[in-house]
């Protein structure tokens, strides 16, 4: 996050006023959760970490690097029987309880705080709120912008499809001041407010804080904005434009592999389809797309290229480490997009694109620039908090006055971790730890071939590799690689019926061979942050089997070959295309 510009603009401002001091940057992130199944009980857990922790500590619930700030009122105030009343008491309920949370900031951030860090360095540190991580709701009502509207820019909700309306950042300056008329009546407050393009809020919690731009602070959220946003219309347009039959058909057709999940049941019938899922579906929505027909005989090629630019702006936005020219990339990506989605007009799925999701990723690459890369504030993360911090904490209770319970519960839980690490810091000789730091990634690529000790067949016959994996022949091509091997480093090659009268006096004492029916390619990590090796594919070759009364067909994938150890270029040339 230290990489972005947002930190060294506001440092170059806070050194004006107070030269020498650190900044820390708070990361705000809430979201309503379910605790129960069936009783529709919810919590509303708040979360707070700081960007001085590397993002590849941050990410992992395990490191414990994000904190339960508080837990929310998730009451619904139906006393009040005027809806608007009610939508805005509870907008104006939030604000006050965050206000009171978070007020230590405003004394903090201004004066600082003296703080040791992680290399037992004591600093003058200013704690600052910079980035606010939630979905879409949470942004409208952290903001008080409309729904439907742009939590971060002034476009109106009629242009949030466009790629080209031009946008700027809502102004702090003009909110603070329609804020300010709170003082002049209600009637005026409310007309200041609607005229600023925000709903009336009562002092909002960031209103007063310093350094702090709101529609600064919001950052884009690839779970929510992508996964389950855009790629979750995406494929409702596709089903409704080529019916759900002939996607489920082609799911089912999908031949095996690594990293790729198999929806025997086809994609169209699932429900409550949770981000994993969406992210499984979109390493093979690609090539079902290829070759479809559409109704009316219109070209496929638009889809294909429109699903093909919102896929890569998915994962180019997912990039752990930016440039400039992977977010030229990323602009182009979304361009890609824009110049071929008028195929769902024409196919009647839609009518317009004015889907604030949408409209957000033109946000990203400003977003990036100022905050760093996605990964730095995801809301994927915070999902994951729940477990340990809301729905763990509600089952330790008796489900009666269950907050107080959870808090306390949570409070001793961290004391027995606490004195757990110590007890192990301890048996270790009590030695100090190294201060970790922080590594640029390596952008070095080696992978490694990886075969399991013992074969999966220790003795298969080759009549059996015949019937049973289809090498039909085997037996030919292992005397012809034998026959070449023997000859060494000859640079004449042998004629074909050389080598087939050369192989035709091969001898095999054995009848019998050991098989594999995988091999795998690993990846190599090179900056020491994961443990063990990343498979990135694998190449499978399994038998016909029955299973009970049902035959299961082969599974032979298809690879590229090298022709030899001087073919590897950067095209195709040299490789030939063949079944393992």
């Known amino acids: 996050m230290h990489t972005g510009k947002w930190w060294w603009e ?100 201004s004066d600082g705080i003296s703080m040791c860090s992680g290399d037992g360095v004591r600093r003058h540190c200013h704690p600052l709120f910079a980035s606010f991580v939630g979905d879409y709701p949470e942004q409208l009502l952290t903001t008080g912008v409309k729904f439907g509207e742009c939590p971060k820019c002034d476009v109106e909700a009629k242009d949030t499809g466009s790629n080209t309306t031009p946008f700027h950042l809502r102004k702090l300056s003009a909110v603070l001041d329609a804020l300010a008329a709170f003082d002049d009546g209600n009637l005026a407050f409310v007309r200041a407010c609607a005229a600023a393009g925000i709903k009336p809020i009562i002092h909002p919690f960031w209103e007063d804080l310093p350094f702090t731009n709101i529609f600064r602070t919001i950052t884009p959220d690839v779970l929510h904005q992508l996964y389950q946003g855009l790629i979750k219309h995406l494929l409702g347009w596709w089903s409704a434009a080529c019916g759900a039959a002939e996607i489920d058909a082609r799911c089912r057709r999908l031949p095996p592999n690594h990293h790729v999940r198999l929806f025997t049941k086809g994609i169209t019938c699932l429900s409550c389809v949770s981000g994993t899922e969406h992210a499984q579906i979109c390493r093979f929505i690609l090539g079902i797309i290829i070759d479809i027909r559409l109704p009316n005989n219109l070209n496929a090629g638009r889809l294909l290229r429109a699903v093909q630019g919102l896929l890569d702006f998915l994962y180019l ?78 089952r330790a209770t008796n489900h009666q006055d ?41 952008m070095t690529f080696r992978c490694e071939q990886v075969m399991t000790k013992h074969p999966t067949a220790k003795a298969v016959s080759i009549q059996k590799l015949v019937e049973d994996y289809s090498a039909t022949h ?80 082969r599974c032979s994938d298809t690879v590229f070959i090298s022709l030899g150890e001087d073919s590897v270029t950067n095209d195709l040339k040299g490789f030939s295309v063949g079944q393992v």
């Open 317 to 394: 936005a997912q990039y752990p480490c930016h440039s400039s020219e992977t977010l030229h990339s990323l602009d182009e990506a979304l361009d890609l997009f824009h110049a071929n989605k008028d195929i769902f007009i024409q196919l009647g799925i839609r009518n317009n694109f004015n889907l604030p999701k949408l409209h957000a990723t033109r946000h990203y690459h400003l977003m990036i620039m100022l905050f760093g890369t996605t990964d730095n504030y995801n809301t994927e993360y915070t999902e994951r908090l729940h477990i340990d911090l809301a729905k763990d904490a509600y």
């Open 10 to 109: 506001t440092q170059k401002r806070l050194d004006e006023l107070r030269p020498g001091g650190t900044i820390v940057p708070i990361i705000i992130s809430s979201d309503k959760t379910q605790v129960t199944m069936f009783r529709n009980k919810t919590a509303y857990p708040v979360y707070l970490t700081i960007g001085n922790i590397p993002k590849e500590l941050r990410c992992k619930p395990s490191s414990s690097s994000h904190i339960l700030l508080a837990y929310l009122p998730t009451t619904r105030l139906e006393h009040i029987t005027n809806k608007a009343s009610r939508r805005r008491a509870i907008a104006n309920l939030y604000h006050a309880c965050l206000r009171h949370v978070l007020g230590p900031l405003k004394s903090a951030g």
């Open 402 to 442: 269950e907050f107080l319970q959870m808090t306390r519960w949570l409070e001793r839980k961290e004391k027995v971790l606490r004195h757990q690490k110590y007890v192990s810091w301890c048996l270790a000789g009590g030695h100090q730890f190294e201060p970790y730091r922080s590594r640029p990634l390596d």
């Open 474 to 553: 085997s037996r030919e091509a292992l005397a012809r690689y034998i026959v070449c091997k023997s000859r060494g480093d000859h640079t004449v090659p042998l004629r074909d019926r050389e080598l087939d009268h050369l192989a035709g006096d091969i001898h095999f004492p054995f009848h019998h061979l050991p098989i594999f029916h995988k091999i795998k390619w690993c990846s190599i990590d090179t900056d020491g942050l994961t443990k063990g090796h990343v498979t990135l594919d694998s190449v499978h070759a399994k038998p016909q089997q029955k299973l009970g009364s049902r035959l299961i067909h």
